[in-house]
């Protein structure tokens, strides 16, 4: 009785084990980020999650997802740049406040990286994507998608010394 | 009795013809059918200005949405669609960067007249053959409210109307129309 019972379920384990195998979700790199305009129907200025799996780049919103594989980009851009830190309507609300506290309120920033592409379509269109996403996470998903087989204009290298001479000069303004 | 009753209704229908008729009169008034234009945008260029990718890229996207909402083409190609190339009457769109000033939001929040971000964009519109029918520059700017990418729309509004000229232009010249 015991071998016909151990049986169904070793079976059982070693289907689970290679379904498991067989599944090619290997997410390389993720991250919060907005997705401004450009990528695929996505609405401008929309939230989400930008993703790099399976050789591709998804971006996934609460209502939309658009997927542009690796080697269809040609052009890599990373940069930086700084957004009021009380955003949406209440941001839009406060800046209107009494005795200039809305003035006030706009000195208060928040560092934010850009992350510009261009990819071309099945029709050998053209397509330019602008991303925001948090201060340090645009040069690591650089590096990921350029090891994936997207092309860039500046290498890695160049943009990283190009980053932070650009910060220095933002910083002395 | 009755003959009251036939005059009100030759009345009726005079006065129905007289007015229908101008209805009916006036398509036939506005001449041929305009020919279906499309236009194809090419990438932005820059020439001697230092300007940030993210300029480049949201002026030409920016360009799309602004054509394909309000300008009378039939499509609007992107820069490379092979799908242009079939296309008889196509007009080719060409912009070049000449000036750029990158201001500063936290200014324009704060003080409301520093930090103003103005971006200089020339525009050719040539036919398929390469003959230019309408250049232009056009100037993209963020005074007051938004980002500094908000000027690329700016910018875009104003070239979609100088978009629409072009295509008069074209329109009004057989030369062009006929492609050769």
Do not use: W
């Not at chain 2, 704060?110 to 230019?132: E, L, N, P, S």
Request: overall charge neutral; glycine content about 8%; charged content about 20%.
């Amino acid at each position: 009785m015991k071998p016909r019972t151990a049986l169904p379920i070793l079976i059982l384990l070693m289907s689970a084990t290679l379904m498991q195998a067989g599944e090619p979700t290997s997410t390389t790199y993720s991250t919060e980020a907005v997705q401004i305009i450009g990528f695929g129907d996505i609405r401008d200025n929309t939230k989400g999650t930008l993703e790099l799996k399976d050789g591709s780049l998804h971006f996934t919103s609460s209502k939309e997802s658009f997927t542009v594989r690796a080697n269809n980009i040609q052009d890599v851009v990373t940069g930086n740049d700084t957004q009021r830190a009380i955003q949406g309507p209440v941001g839009t609300i406060s800046q209107f406040g009494p005795y200039g506290s809305g003035r006030v309120l706009s000195l208060f920033r928040s560092n934010i990286d850009t992350f510009t592409i261009e990819y071309r379509d099945s029709d050998g269109a053209l397509h330019g994507a602008i991303f925001t996403m948090p201060a340090g996470k645009a040069d690591p998903l650089k590096e990921e998608l350029l090891s994936q087989g997207a092309h860039a204009s500046i290498p890695t290298s160049q943009i990283s010394t190009q980053t932070s001479s650009q910060r220095g000069v933002q910083e002395a303004q | 009795m009755k003959l009251r009753n036939t005059y009100f209704i030759l009345l009726i229908t005079i006065a129905g013809l007289l007015g229908i008729a101008p209805l009916h009169a006036a398509p036939s008034s506005a001449g041929t059918p305009k020919a279906k234009t499309s236009i194809e945008i090419d990438m932005v260029g820059v020439e001697d200005v230092s300007v940030p990718e993210e300029f480049q890229v949201s002026l030409y996207e920016n360009l799309l949405q602004q054509m394909n909402k309000r300008s009378d083409f039939d499509v609007v190609y992107r820069d490379g669609d092979r799908n242009a190339q079939s296309k008889d009457n196509l007009l080719l769109m060409h912009s070049t960067i000449t000036g750029f000033r990158k201001g500063s939001e936290r200014d324009r929040q704060v003080t409301t007249v520093k930090g103003a971000t103005k971006i200089m964009v020339h525009c050719q519109f040539t036919d398929k053959q390469g003959r230019v029918l309408l250049q232009r520059d056009i100037e993209g700017k963020v005074l007051f409210f938004g980002n500094n990418l908000k000027a690329t729309e700016d910018f875009a509004k104003k070239a979609a109307r100088a978009a629409d000229d072009a295509l008069s232009v074209y329109q009004a010249n057989p030369e062009h129309r006929g492609g050769a």
